[in-house]
């Protein structure tokens, strides 16, 4: 699959999905392929950050213990691919208008937190309004992605399901939204 065909998925719902979907690549090579290498990046982007200008990035960032936070931050990404997975085609099936399967649900898994992934080289910059700005974009994008690819990979007992496909993005975006709400809350008290 090339570069262009990947960005365009955040943005429609047509041919890059369709094309995505054909390839059809196994959940385990889904997992080591993409989901291990992209989820070390922001533990050690954070690490980085949090080690090498702390303070200076937000008061009592440097006082942290980066090397327990970023483990957990690592594990807690590989664990959210199998659970995020479940959480898609769950809340897809639960509805009547929707149906997707294992495979589709786990390749949307995949590709939704991308985005997020790929934000955290914005902690190159020293620069907390600047990160704040493309964590918030790289949502926007992860939402586009679910709903995107909810509409492309869902098959649909009626017509027009824009209304629940938009509802099962609410619920997957809220799930997940969350899970990593509580962890943070977690580690930042630690």
Known sequence: MRVLTL???????????????????????????????MSLL?????YYAGTDY???????????EWRFITT??????????????????????GTVELSISYQDAYLLAVLVPLPLFI???????????FNVVVILTALGISCSLIYHGLQALCTCTHRD?????ISATYTIMAASALGWGILFAVIWAY
């Open 42 to 46: 922001p533990p050690v982007m954070l």
């Open 161 to 165: 399901f824009d209304v629940a496909t």
């Open 54 to 64: 702390g303070d200076a990035f937000m008061a009592g960032f440097a006082d942290r």
């Open 72 to 93: 957990i931050i690592f594990l807690a990404e590989i664990l959210s691919f199998f659970v995020i997975g479940w959480v898609i085609y769950a809340v897809v099936n």
């Open 7 to 37: 960005l365009k998925l955040p943005f429609n719902h047509c041919e890059s999905w369709k094309e995505l979907q054909a390839s059809s690549p196994s959940i385990p090579l889904l997992a080591w392929l993409v989901v291990l290498p």
């Open 119 to 129: 934000s955290s080289l914005a902690l190159l910059a020293p620069n907390l309004l």
